[in-house]
């Protein structure tokens, strides 16, 4: 079956061209042929300048990632045929709210700054107790082991599309890894942390994260968990527990969500009359 590819070529560095702009490619797929061995094929056969990362081709190294038709996906595991099937087209793009550098190459750095953030390590209390990991602990924090790294949460991610500071889902599910461990000895000191301006508070739970992981990793039942953490232990003082607290409150109260009262509760008032105009 013949498929036409549409893929976006940008190179920075090609004074003449630089682009972006789509090109096309045929592709006589055969069946059970995945995107990356279509990309593969046209890099092997017809454009060696097509720029592309890919390693395991297993579905485990996550560096395969792109925008297929619109949405995040590793390329190696998804199969052409059934893809185009579905969307009647096969569109081929970086992934998105990352800066590209070639092609379908995409600047991970900022994706590993914010890992580096969240300390992506166990920083134990000591004590012999707090080496013993029932199964349930281990349940807990399960899910977050799962990640790849590959990226398509954060592509995905509303929040970080409108603030690059915003420290994401990946690098929030991975936070939860380490806080939601009951050997970790830091975990105030994680939750506060993380609670500060452009953390895990700035997340809009729209879901993304976790409708486009390719590995399950849940990153906003994650960062749900961490916030829910976060305020047992006391970390209160941030417009994100205080918004919550202000909620309950009103719930409470008046047996219903009361938007305007519970807004000038957690923003106070003279912060609420610079949020007139946006009303
Ligand atoms: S649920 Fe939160 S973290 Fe996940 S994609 Fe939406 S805004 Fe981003
Ligand atoms: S959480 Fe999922 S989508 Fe996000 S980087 Fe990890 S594996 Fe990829
Ligand atoms: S090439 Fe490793 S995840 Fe796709």
């Excluded at 940008?10 to 995107?35: I, K, S």
């Excluded at 790849?148 to 929040?159: D, L, V, W």
Aim: negative net charge.
């Amino acid at each position: 079956m013949e498929i036409k590819f549409s893929i976006r070529r940008h190179d920075p560095m090609d004074r003449e061209n630089p682009g972006p702009y789509y090109r096309e490619y045929v592709v006589e797929a055969a069946e059970g042929m995945t995107v990356l061995d279509a990309l593969l094929k046209i890099s092997e056969e017809e454009d060696p300048t097509l720029a592309f990362r890919r390693s395991c081709r297993s579905a485990i190294c996550g560096s395969c990632a792109m925008t297929v038709n619109g949405f995040a996906r590793l390329t190696c595991n998804l199969q052409v045929i059934p893809e185009y099937e579905k969307m009647g087209a096969m569109k081929i793009e970086p992934l998105a709210n990352h800066r590209t550098v070639k092609d379908l190459v995409v600047d991970m750095a900022p994706f590993w700054e914010k890992m580096e953030k969240v300390a992506p390590f166990l920083m134990p209390a000591g004590g012999s107790e707090t080496n013993q990991v029932t199964i349930e602990d281990q349940a807990r924090i399960d899910e977050s082991q799962r990640c790849i790294m590959c990226g398509c949460c954060n592509a995905e991610c509303n929040s970080l599309e409108i603030d690059e500071r915003f420290i994401a889902p990946a690098a929030s599910a991975k936070a939860w890894r380490f806080a939601g461990d009951v050997r970790e000895g830091h975990q105030a000191k994680r939750l506060e942390r993380l609670s500060e301006e452009h953390g895990i508070w700035d997340c809009v739970r729209c879901l993304h994260c976790t409708q486009y992981c390719p590995k399950d990793v849940k990153p906003l039942k994650q960062i749900e968990s961490l916030r829910s953490a976060a305020m047992k232990a006391g970390v209160l003082d941030n417009p994100g527990a205080k918004h919550v607290e202000a909620m309950a409150d009103s719930v409470e109260r008046f047996g219903r969500l009361d938007e305007g009262r519970h807004d000038l509760q957690d923003t106070g008032f003279l912060r609420s009359l610079g949020m007139i105009p946006l009303g």
